[in-house]
């Protein structure tokens, strides 16, 4: 009875950690390049989230910006899956324009797109790809910066994001 009792408790300990398992570390970063000089001015920063649910689990932070601004959107992810190559996944990055601060559906990647881009590969243990891509948003708004992992063969996906408010 004392060790069915034992096993049963750890079984308690251990569960929230598998469940909360991840993949993917993301570091995700919007960045304000001050003119002349170029120098950085970290704006917001998000770390890996996971779909479903939808909209991931964590807030997004906020990023508030001048329409006009150069600013950058820098992110590395890296491949923490331990059990082999994950093949022909994509790690996509965008910035949309969105209804709403923190809406949990992604806008339509057809229209209101600032920038994207994206990678596919073959995701070896601890592989890692990054990218800084520089943009400007024109009117003000809310926009959505996001990059995520599309085609894993897993139930879940992995993003990070940010929100931006850009105003006059």
Known sequence: MRSLCLVAC????AWPLSIRAEHAEIDLKLL???PGTGAEEELAEARADQ?????????RPLGKVKVGESLALQ??????YPHGVKKDVIVRYYVVREEKR??????DLREGVLTQGEFKMNFKPGCRVGSRVLFRIRKPGIYLLRIETLN???DHEHFSAIDVQAYK
């Not at 750890?10 to 300990?13: G, I, N, S, W």
């Not at 923190?102 to 806008?107: D, E, L």
């Open 51 to 59: 779909e479903p649910p939808a909209g991931g689990r964590n807030p």
């Open 102 to 107: 923190g809406q949990k559906s992604v806008p």
């Open 32 to 34: 304000r390049l001050a």
């Open 152 to 154: 894993t063969d897993s």
């Open 75 to 80: 992110f590395f992810f890296t491949n923490t």
């Open 10 to 13: 750890l079984a308690l300990v």
